[in-house]
């Protein structure tokens, strides 16, 4: 059966990338989270999915531009307007905090694709070892080059490549290249794609599976994670 993962948290019922859509998905019984990573003006690693704060705060700037302290007055409730309170960007350590003594496990996605953050995977690497949760996390980018400097610091953490693309031969490419997990948009997958993957030997996490039809198709293909914004849908579907 797929493994069942809360994209960006709970976040089809709560604010994305927040900690009450992080406690909402561990609640109901997910498998696994995925979430976004960034570094902030004063090295400080948040959560928060696009380089500037606008579309998911009442805020504006780019997160590289700000301190943790900036970036904690504001409400990442932009979304979901006067439903929830008050929901400030949270740090890595904080999620930590909350997932440290639960089974579940964390896909982290490294925001470098528009700026690389040249310390992130060290300093997100050297925390993770902190908590000493190695084997309950999955890397992936779409900055390839990310994961493969993940793998030169900590190679015994999980690595996958992300991609939005329609690739031909992506499990031989990841395969090559020492990384264990394909991260493909799900729309991009067929039942022969699906199996190039599992016959070079690759784990297949996809993103963002949302519709009923799409969580029974892909899980009858033999997808081994289907990450999405209602894991709610996905219990009822596979559970």
């Not at 190679?155 to 991260?183: A, S």
Request: with cysteine; hydrophobic share 35%; charged share 30%.
């Amino acid at each position: 059966m797929s493994k069942i993962f809360a994209h960006r948290g709970f976040s089809g019922k709560y604010p994305e990338n927040t900690m009450l859509a992080f406690q909402k998905a561990v609640e109901i019984g997910v498998d696994g989270i995925e979430l976004d990573v960034h570094l902030t003006k004063d090295n400080e690693l948040v959560i928060i999915h696009d380089e500037d704060v606008k579309r998911t705060t009442d805020g504006e700037g780019l997160v590289k531009d700000m301190t943790l302290e900036e970036l904690k007055k504001l409400d990442a409730s932009a979304t979901f307007v006067g439903q929830y309170g008050v929901n400030p960007i949270p740090t890595l350590r904080e999620y930590f905090e909350l997932v440290k003594d639960t089974d579940i496990i964390t896909n982290i996605e490294l925001k470098t694709s528009v700026y690389e953050y040249h310390t992130i995977e060290k300093r997100t690497i050297d925390m993770i070892k902190e908590f000493g949760i190695e084997d309950k996390i999955i890397f992936s980018s779409f900055n390839h080059f990310t994961v493969k400097r993940c793998e030169e610091i900590a190679p015994e953490i999980k690595r996958g490549f992300l991609t939005g693309d329609w690739l031909v031969d992506f499990g031989k490419y990841t395969k090559e290249r020492n990384v264990q997990c394909c991260h493909p948009w799900h729309v991009s997958l067929s039942q022969e794609v699906v199996d190039e993957m599992h016959a070079a030997g690759c784990e297949i996490n996809t993103w963002t599976v949302n519709e009923y039809e799409d969580i029974e198709r892909l899980s009858a293909m033999g997808v081994d994670c289907l990450i999405g914004n209602f894991p709610d849908r996905m219990i009822e579907k596979l559970r």
